[in-house]
């Protein structure tokens, strides 16, 4: 009897999965449905706020692989506009809506992955379901916000939330000729940045035209007299706003598995072991609705980044296939930019430090991505975070102009492979005017870090 796996989401882990598995198993051995309740498969997210600012030009250019694709050569059965409704792990059911014609169906699996993905958190005020309020989070997301765009022709827009998404699409709304707000209660942009470096941000934020209200809470979103978005109500007055967008963060999408007492951890997202299996027979989970442990801290974690969806999509996947796989876990490695501010972090923050038990110390450097005589030579700020003992890397922050920020990926090595600070600083970095000084500002960083260990000891 031909095997069946069911995946719940036609993104990043689900299609990872289904591919790897279509790879190590024939169609004659396996039957492969897909549901996916949007429109399109396998898309990247993360460019969604670069077409609507106009810096992608077409919505097609962000698809990797259409379902379509997908069917024709893997023999993958996606069904785009199907919404799983219920599961079933006692009966090993799953209930699904066809969309289109709102007809329901039952469909028996042997193996499932529930890769749902995140969805955007949105605070519970007034107003937040108006019309003229988005999250971004989907394709069909930013189809909305291109059509506010086109047909409302905004003036003002208020972004609500600092993180990657609210400065993101704060950026893009700036590129778009909006005036923009950007309000968040938190003191500072970007809170997975120490506030020192974030201070950074919101300086140069500032200084590309947009308006900070920080340490603000927002209480409400008034709508005009056709039911549209007007407002925005916050503890420091009320602004105009003819869009708004809610950068407050996802959270793991498990609504589904907590329906059918799939168990759900602590960090919000589905509990699964290194090989991407629940607790339930059958039932697997990868991506942004699972989560996973930080490889530092030891602490679950849920977050929700691309480049996790498709590894653990892929460790699903092989296991699935009969290929044994672990998922190493993760250190929330990250990159933004916010017009031409790059922003980077990797492992523990200082307080993240000491709350996962460690005594932290720090080093920060002021350096320039290039010889200083080169042309085109840009300011780069680099924080390092190491224990005091041991002189253990913990974590790595970076803000600068353009060539900063990939610079994070040295520090996310040295991580991994849990380096001290003092051992960093012979790393063999390639070097030449046009890339870097001859002590690059990684480097640098690393020896100021061992020298605040020395001190501290």
Request: one cysteine or more; aromatic letters at 4%.
């Amino acid at each position: 009897m031909t095997r069946r796996l069911i995946v719940i989401g036609g993104d990043a882990a689900g299609m990872s999965a289904a591919s790897q598995a279509r790879r190590l198993i024939g169609g004659e051995d396996l039957e492969i449905l897909v549901f996916e309740r949007g429109r399109f498969t396998s898309y990247a997210a993360c460019g969604i706020p670069y077409w609507i600012a106009g810096m992608v030009d077409e919505r097609d250019d962000l698809i990797a692989r259409a379902p379509e694709t997908f069917r024709d050569r893997q023999d993958i059965d996606v069904r785009i506009r199907h919404e799983v409704v219920a599961i079933d792990p006692g009966q090993r059911t799953v209930t699904v809506r066809d969309l289109a014609t709102d007809e329901q169906a039952s469909h028996r699996y042997d193996d499932l992955l529930i890769a749902t993905g995140a969805t955007p958190v949105r605070p519970p005020i007034d107003g937040v379901d108006l019309p003229g309020v988005f999250g971004v989070q989907t394709l069909e997301d930013g189809h909305q916000v291109l059509d506010a765009l086109e047909h409302r022709e905004p003036r003002r827009a208020v972004v609500i939330g600092g993180g990657y998404i609210g400065l993101e699409m704060a950026e893009a709304m700036t590129i778009r000729g909006l005036d923009v707000t950007l309000v968040d209660r938190l003191p500072q942009p970007m809170n997975t940045i120490d506030p020192d470096l974030g201070a950074q941000i919101a300086e140069a934020m500032r200084g590309m035209g947009m308006t900070l209200h920080l340490e603000t809470d927002v209480l409400a979103i008034d709508a005009d007299g056709d039911g549209h978005v007007r407002a925005v109500e916050t503890a420091a007055g009320t602004f105009d706003a003819d869009l708004v967008v809610l950068g407050t963060g996802t959270r793991p999408l498990t609504d589904l598995a907590e329906a059918a007492e799939i168990p759900v951890g602590s960090a919000g997202g589905i509990v699964t072991d290194a090989q991407q299996r629940t607790p339930v027979d059958g039932v697997w989970a990868a991506g942004d609705c699972a989560q996973t442990h930080h490889r530092i801290s030891g602490q679950p974690v849920a977050i929700a980044l691309g480049t996790i969806a498709n590894k653990q999509g892929r460790i699903a996947g092989l296991n699935l296939g009969g290929v044994a796989a672990r998922f190493p876990g993760v250190l929330g490695t990250a990159v933004t930019k916010v017009c031409e501010v790059e922003i980077a972090r990797t492992g523990l923050s200082e307080d993240g430090a000491r709350s996962a038990g460690f005594d932290p110390v720090t080093a920060v450097v002021e350096g320039s991505t290039r010889a200083h005589y080169y042309p085109g030579a840009r300011p780069i700020t680099v924080k390092v975070i190491a224990e005091r003992d041991s002189g253990r890397l913990l974590g790595a922050q970076i803000v600068g102009k353009e060539g900063a920020a990939k610079r994070i990926d040295v520090f996310a090595t040295a991580l991994w492979n849990e380096m001290t600070v003092e051992e960093m600083i012979n790393l063999d970095l390639a070097y030449a005017p046009p890339f870097s000084p001859v002590w690059d500002p990684v480097l640098i960083a690393a020896r100021q870090g061992a020298n605040a260990v020395a001190d501290a000891g």
